[in-house]
């Protein structure tokens, strides 16, 4: 069985780093692409950022690009995410996916999903 679990949220203020963790457990790492979604209160889900089998390719939502980084280490079995020059509207519960093909905006496309962290930062 496929878990995921992500760790690295809390409170940080406008203009501050995070980064979030995703490891994942029970499957072979190396056959998921990864994806990171997050959702704010009173808003529905929403694509941040994805990476490929082998961490070689990355895809960004334009709200977060530049901004925020994706790496993964196949040794540990997990994914980061590395945020930036946080704001205010970056709070959220950040989740991370996995599917098995490639990378995609859709979180229906996802098959594993992780319990979900909270970022909030503070204006």
């Known amino acids: 069985q496929v878990q995921l679990v992500e760790s690295g949220g809390g409170l940080v203020q406008a203009g501050g780093s995070l980064r979030l963790s995703c490891a994942v457990s029970?499957?072979?790492?190396?056959?998921?692409?990864m994806g990171w979604f997050r959702q704010a209160p009173g808003k529905e889900r929403e694509f941040v950022g994805a990476?490929?089998?082998?961490?070689?390719?990355?895809y960004y939502a334009d709200s977060v690009k530049g901004r925020f980084t994706i790496s993964r280490d196949s040794a540990k079995n997990t994914v980061y995410l590395h945020m930036n020059s946080l704001k205010a509207e970056d709070t959220a519960i950040y989740y991370c996916?996995?599917?098995?093909?490639?990378?995609?905006?859709?979180?229906?496309?996802?098959?594993?999903w992780g319990q979900g962290t909270q970022v909030t930062v503070s204006s």
């Open positions: 996916a996995a599917r098995y093909y490639g990378a995609s905006v859709k979180g229906s496309d996802y098959v594993f």
């Open positions: 990476i490929s089998w082998t961490g070689g390719t990355t």
């Open positions: 029970g499957g072979i790492f190396s056959n998921y692409v």
